[in-house]
């Protein structure tokens, strides 16, 4: 496994970005070597951002909780449109079931990363849609969740996106309602790419998915 070095921009005036790069093999030998930076709000001089912990779903979910009926086993391939249900835990006292529904993998401009920097450049962004089903009926208000994209050919994309693109594809949490069973809500997670496309999104939170996700395609 390759070791992951991090890249963190802090927010930009009110669209509160970041950007975290993974550099793999392939990726720029300057920015490997790069301190944190953060990208600079208008007049304005850039401050180091701090790096957020994951708090995107439970590593150490691995089955259903409060949940009806099977979950999808781990190592699933769906298309787009398909339901997938899954067990998922926000923080420690936030578990449950939930089914993810990708509902689009689109293709962004590069332009559209203009808002997180200089190490954005040559990145083309992917928005992963998806709807999000409270199954369990357990309290899972204001969690959220994150896709990762995957590029054609089935390697990962060595970036992982902190934020959003407004009226592209909006990052939301759960709302305060998603308490009950049949809540849902709708959210997008931001992929990007220097290289192949971004065909498909997978969902590999918790020890029995990370090794083996479940992967949503075109």
């Not at 720029?28 to 708090?55: H, L, W």
């Not at 691995?62 to 979950?71: F, L």
């Not at 992917?126 to 896709?147: H, Q």
Request: aromatic share 6%; charged share 25%; proline share 7%.
């Amino acid at each position: 496994m390759h070791k992951r070095r991090i890249v963190s921009a802090a927010a930009v005036v009110a669209l509160g970005l970041g950007l975290s790069a993974c550099n793999g093999d392939d990726s720029d030998p300057a920015a490997k070597d790069s301190p944190p930076a953060s990208a600079p709000a208008p007049s304005e001089p850039s401050e180091p951002s701090s790096e957020s912990p994951a708090a995107d779903g439970g590593a150490d979910s691995d089955a259903p909780a409060g949940g009806e009926g099977d979950a999808t086993a781990p190592g699933t391939k769906l298309k787009v449109g398909d339901k997938a249900t899954l067990p998922f835990a926000y923080t420690s006292d936030k578990k449950g079931t939930i089914a993810v529904t990708v509902t689009a993998i689109e293709k962004g401009a590069e332009a559209d990363m203009a808002a997180f920097g200089d190490k954005a450049k040559g990145m083309t962004p992917y928005f992963i849609k998806m709807k999000v089903e409270n199954v369990g009926g357990t309290d899972l208000s204001y969690a959220s969740l994150k896709l990762d994209g995957v590029l054609e050919g089935g390697a990962g994309t060595g970036v992982v996106l902190i934020g959003d693109i407004p009226g592209k594809c909006d990052r939301e949490t759960a709302p305060r309602e998603f308490t009950t069973k049949g809540a849902s809500y709708e959210t997008c997670s931001l992929t990007a790419t220097k290289g192949a496309p971004v065909t498909a999104a997978q969902f590999d939170e918790g020890d029995a998915y990370s090794d083996s996700p479940v992967v949503w395609s075109n």
